[in-house]
Structure formats: structure tokens, C-alpha cells
């Protein structure tokens, strides 16, 4: 086929973009403003030692990650019976109205409940998100979308610490968790503004209509149950996926901050330089792999061997962030950590995209949110148990899981979707 006429689905890829940043950004406040001795001390994470208490931050991490799992099994659903536009908007209302809320906190009762909510919000996100690139684009173009709206959450990892410092600071802790709260209803304006299906666009050209649906599959005239995507493998192909690199993104979202600063003994004011390096290739990554696996399907491979062979050197990358946990060079740990990081992002823009190359639209939010909420209820119970092996015995033990989790998802992926084609469904 010819070259399209019209961009306007990248309008939308864009769109997906900034509120994927605004989710990373909300969900990151509380790893950098765990940081501050005031913080701590006026929610009682201050240990008696006059640190953060690990054990009750890895508890309070622990209910954001259950209550994002409900979530899926929440949100996954909705989006597909209100479809993207209404369902994104009712996830981003309420996890913004959630994230500012913690503001309210005096207690580790309080941040439990404003992490709860943000969870149960937050988790419409990626269902959404790959609905929607579902809808707007071409399975050759499926995966380099994905990655460019995956690409968000490093830069919300990355302007999260450049916001959250100069408004502790400057305006105390309550006023970075109000602002960053704030942002998802100006992200709803545009979104209400500009989203519709492609069939319903006026905006759209007959050119570029034609091109998104040019491998349009056949839609069931049903919807989907759970229950029933449960019977397909290919569900749990992405739910081993996601259950298995899942706690190792969660791992460094919420302990990097803690770990540069008792480890490497870097401060609130100074850490934005290691997350922005970090996140930065991590945006790279997400790019990248999105793109490198798109490109290989342009040039002749089937879809099935350019996902997996994206995921395999995907996963061979991570293996050496073991050693970031016992350097005391803190240039390595970054340079590890980066590496690590940017390979989960291309990772997942590839595994996101193995839904939407398996199963119809109508039912890509409900298998997101499926494999999501195995990611999250496994994040959960590694949350639980980080504060407490870090309290005890150092950062160790959580590097080493974080090497070795990715080539079992592989295997397992492969194991339960050989070949990644369409399901039947009956």
C-alpha cells in the first residue's frame, strides 16, 4: 500500500501519550516525597532510627498495587462496554481526584486510602491506551504507537523529580501531590475535545480511514466475557507476561529514590539528575522497541518473530542490573539501572502489543486489564515483602529478582501463544 494521506491518528497516539506521563507523574510523588524527614515525619514513616520506615512503605506500596489489580478487573471492563472515551475519562477523574487527595494525609491510615483510590483510578490507563491504538491504527503500526505512548511514564518518572523538589521546598510537601493532582483534568479537556472512533471522525481523511482499517478484523457480534478469555491461552500468555516484569518496573518506580539516597547518598534536591539520565533512556527504550519490532514486520518477518525477537534481546538486556546493587560507583549503578529500565520499556511496548495482534478490539481493554491485574496482584505481594528484605538484609536480593524475571516471561509467553496469529472466536 501506498504511503497514507493524513496524520491525524498520531494526534491521537499523542494524546495517549501525555496521559500516560500524567499517570507516572501522580504515581511517582510518593517515592520522592518519601524522601523528605518532614514528609515522614508528619504521616509517621519516620523510623525510629530516623529513616523512612521500610517495612510500612513497603505496606503502603502494597495497597496502590492491590488496589490497582481491582482495579483492572474494574476499569478493563468499563472501557469496553463505555468504550475509550467515556471509560478514560471516568479512570483519569478519579485517579487525579485521588493523587491530590493525599495532600489531605496525617497518617499512614490516610496515604493508604489516597493510594488505594489512585490505584483503583489509575489502572484504566494501559487498557485504555491500547484500546484505543486497537482502534486508531494498523497492526504494522501497533507496536511503535504503543511504545510512543508507553514512552509517557519515563516522562512522567523524568518531571516528576523536577517538579516534586521545587514544591516541597518551596510550598511544602501537600502542594506537589495537589499540583500533579490537577494535571489530569486540563489532559480531559483535550481528550473530550478531540476523541472520537475513527468511523465517527470528521476530522479524518477517507485516505487515512481506509489505512487504519486495512487489516480490520472481523468483530464478534457479542461481547466478550471474562470468563470466557480466560479459556484462550493466549490470555494467559500475556498475564505470565506481565505477572513476571510487572513487580520489577513497580521495583524501580518506588525504591530507586531510597536506594540513591541511602546508598549513594544522593538528596532530594539532587535527585533529579540520576532519574532524568534513567528515565531518559528509558524513553529511548520504550521508542526503540516499539519501532525496531514494526520495522522488522515492514521488512518480511511475521509478526510472531518480530515481537519475540524484540523480547528475547529485551531480556538478555536486563540480566546485568544484578551488579548495580553491589557497586559503589554510582556512574555503573546508573548506567546499569538505565540499561535495565530501557529494556522493560521496549519489553512492554512489544508485549502490549501481542493483545491487540491476538484477540479482537472489542476485547483487547478486558485481556489488558487481565493481565494487568495478575501484574499488579504480583506486584502486590512483592511490595509487601521489598520493605522488609531491604530492611533486612540491603538491595541485594530485590536486583537479583529483578535479573532473572524476564526470560521465564519469555519462555512462558511463547509457551501459551506460539504463534501470536488472531484467535477464532466462536
Known sequence: MNAPIGKYRWRIASLLFFATTINYIDRQVLALVATDDGFIRDVGLMGSDGKINKELFGYLDAAFKGAYALGFLLMGNVLDKLGSKKGFSISIVLWSIAAAGHALARSIFGLGIGRFFLGI???GNFPACVKTVAEWFPKKERSFATGLFNAGSNIGAILAPLMVPFLVIQYGWQSA????????FIWLIFWIITYKKPEEHSKLSSEELAYINSDKEV???NKIGWFKLLTYKQTWA?????MFTDPVWFLFLTWLPIFFKEEHNVDLKSMFIPMLVIYLISDAG????GWFSSNLIKKGYTVNKARKLTMLICAIAVTPIFFASITSNIYIA???ISLATAAHQAWSANLLTTVSDSFPKSAVASVVGIGAMTGALMGMIVA???GLIYQEFGPIPLFVFASCAYLPALFLLNRFNKTLEPIEIK
Open 121 to 123: 483510578g489509575e489502572a
Open 286 to 289: 520504550s521508542i526503540l522497541g
Open 177 to 184: 501531590f495537589i499540583v500533579t493532582g490537577a494535571l489530569g
Open 238 to 242: 500475556f498475564a505470565f507476561g506481565r
Open 219 to 221: 468483530e464478534p457480534k
Open 384 to 386: 509487601a515483602l521489598t
Open 334 to 336: 546508573i548506567a546499569l
